[in-house]
């Protein structure tokens, strides 16, 4: 089975760029999770969908953050503008209902 | 605000000894779960352990949940070189409706020497 799909794996880009990431999940899961990964401040929870619908987007720091999901099989998150401190590991998981979550292998992204 | 707190934040042994990871959160939780992380990797999911539960086996692994000091242990036995990873528990918040969500420690970060 494939697990959950994240790309591009890294991204270098200039601060003010419009930066977008995207997501696969596992086929069959109602749930879909974004987080950020960083030293300082841990794994954070962004926002997160069940049934494609946004149920908490508490954690999604700034309004230059924006997550879609338009459909079961594919979702994004997008940084407009980016910012040096957006520099983090953001992953992507999915569940099913209660179920623990599977997670991407993340994507590695700096703003210079 | 963060639920889960690890410790210790790292923990170097030998392989063949075991290593102890400790967590503490603050809320009533319906399960808690913990998680390893690879260098460069995705978090991958070991062992979910319930609230009614107070000790669960998976392997070399030992989960054990004290629901009354708001405490969780891992065990991992024998340890292997590739047991070195970051070992992360999360939480869910039980509330009027359990949501999914879940809270994230800082993780324990475990280096087993060959």
């Known amino acids: 089975d494939a697990g959950v799909i994240q790309s591009p794996r890294h991204e270098v880009t200039e601060m003010g760029q419009e930066v977008t990431l995207r997501c696969k999940p596992i086929?069959?899961?109602?749930?879909l999770f974004w987080y950020r990964q960083t030293m300082m401040r841990g794994l954070e929870l962004l926002i997160y969908f069940n049934n494609n619908v946004p149920i908490d987007d508490s954690g999604m720091p700034e309004d230059r953050f924006s997550a879609k999901m338009p459909n079961a099989s594919f979702s994004t998150l997008k940084i407009q503008p980016s910012e040096p401190r957006d520099s983090a590991v953001y992953f992507c998981?999915?569940?099913?209902?209660?179920?623990?979550?599977?997670f991407g292998d993340g994507t590695r992204l700096s703003i210079l | 605000s963060q639920q889960g707190e690890e410790d210790p934040q790292a923990l170097s042994i030998q392989e063949g000894e075991n290593a102890t990871m400790n967590c503490s959160y603050k809320?009533?939780?319906?399960?808690l779960q913990w998680y390893r992380q690879n260098s460069g990797r995705g978090l991958v999911h070991l062992i979910l352990i319930r609230s009614n539960e107070r000790e669960k086996h998976s392997g070399r692994l030992r989960v054990t949940l004290d629901t009354s000091k708001k405490s969780s242990s891992l065990l991992i036995t024998a340890s292997r070189a590739a047991d070195t990873a970051s070992y992360f528990c999360a939480t869910d918040n039980f509330g009027s409706s359990n949501t999914g969500k879940l809270i994230f420690g800082q993780g324990t970060t475990l280096q087993v020497k060959p």
């Open positions: 086929s069959g899961h109602d749930y």
């Open positions: 998981a999915s569940s099913f209902s209660w179920q623990p979550q599977h």
């Open positions: 809320t009533s939780i319906n399960n």
